[in-house]
């Protein structure tokens, strides 16, 4: 068995946290708020008696979490779970303290949900539009529409994830219908 210097050893037990759950750590007792989309349950912790939120990546103060569709789950809509998580995270108090896991801590959750809620709004609006007048877009296509500036390979990995994420996010709602075509690549085109 090889021994990996960067990864511990696998407990020999966990405790599962479930949404609603609470925690005592600090003196605080902590909601367990359960974040999908970017992770499966991603675990926010929220102390209602002092409004923070230990948000890590479920709701950063600058970018939006990474959402894509991945080969482990090639046929899901994590958009839809990230978009129902930030309505769970919108029913907070307004005036809690995020702690984000990147970037810096901020009030406002509110205003930053509805930003975010916009955004993905915006980034629907833009494949529609791209798809107007009988077009087909592959999901490569669509990260070109999405993503127009010059990628690192890095970041184009995570973009056409993310393209795909909202291409999925469309097709589930029934805008969209997704055909494979005769080299075997699958385009998308609006619903009729």
């Not at 949404?19 to 912790?45: F, K, M, N, T, Y």
């Not at 990474?66 to 998580?85: F, K, T, Y």
Request: hydrophobic residues 45%; glycine residues 8%.
């Amino acid at each position: 068995l090889r021994k990996d210097p960067f990864m511990p050893p696998q407990p020999e037990s966990f405790r599962r946290l479930r949404a609603g759950d609470r925690l005592e750590i600090g003196g605080r007792s902590w909601q367990i708020v359960v974040g999908e989309g970017h992770s499966p349950e991603h675990a926010c912790l929220y102390c209602a008696e002092d409004a923070i939120l230990i948000a890590g990546d479920q709701l950063l103060p600058r970018i939006t979490s990474n959402v894509l569709v991945s080969s482990m789950e090639p046929e899901g809509n994590p958009l839809q779970l990230w978009l129902d998580s930030l309505e769970r995270l919108d029913r907070l108090a307004p005036d809690t303290l995020v702690l984000p896991s990147h970037e810096r801590v901020f009030k406002g959750l509110k205003p930053r949900v509805a930003e975010l809620q916009a955004h993905h709004r915006q980034q629907f609006d833009l494949l529609l539009g791209a798809l107007a007048g009988g077009a087909r877009l592959s999901a490569f296509e669509a990260m070109g529409v999405l993503f127009p500036r010059k990628l690192k390979p890095a970041e184009e990995m995570m973009a056409v994830g993310e393209s795909l994420a909202h291409l999925a996010w469309l097709r589930y709602a029934g805008k969209l219908v997704r055909s494979l075509d005769e080299d075997g690549i699958y385009r998308f085109a609006l619903a009729a």
